[in-house]
């Protein structure tokens, strides 16, 4: 016998509300929409970024803390504002990145330390204080990367790719204590990162038709899927891959 399903309830499936969240790498950019937007659905989030301050000021809901994320020591100290703050901790988005392109190995272990080693020690941080509550959410934000070769970017491709199976891998270990572990993977977002390309005339048209919607993304496009991510609406889906990229890597021809 097909045993009872329980009852969804609109909007409040995909509702923040009473949730705490930190979102790392959060002064600009992508991190910067995505600590706005969860707080727009409702959750108290402590932004961190190594930036003194933010490029452009949040509204209510939203903290901000200086924070290097390979800083462990530092960043405990905004996991235990959040927690001293609300009690709890629901939400961590692991979004601090960099791109240092080239074959310096200097390059290569400064790209893997911020975008692997980061969120490894981020991550472990939070999962310690989510098992109290059995439940938790943790979003690592990757990239059309971590599927694709592109050139002159060893370090980033590596980094990405190893943030992407690092995402199975925790799901796996943490998926007991009731901790779910996701990948938000952004296409081409228009960001101070991309900002050289977009302004490119003929990479900006490339990069644009290789979408089947035929435009780069905004920051904006990700808020939906990191509220899902984050909220009751994905409450059964962990070690996945959510891509919001415009159609790149599922178009065949070019």
Known sequence: MASESKSIQFPQIFSLRGRSAIVTGASRGIGWALAAGLAQAGASVVAVARSERPAEPFSAGVEYRSCDVLDIAAFEKCRDVAMERDGRLDVLVNCAGISVSGYEIDAFDQTLATNLRGPYLCARAVAAVMREKARGSIINVTSLA??????????????????SQLTRALAYDFGPAGIRVNNLVPGYIATNMTAAANADPVAHDQRSRHTMLGRWGETSDLVGAAIFLASDASAYVTGQDIVVDGGWLAKGLV
């Open 146 to 163: 971590s599927f694709r070769g592109f050139p002159d970017n060893p370090g980033y491709i590596a980094a990405k790719g190893g943030l």
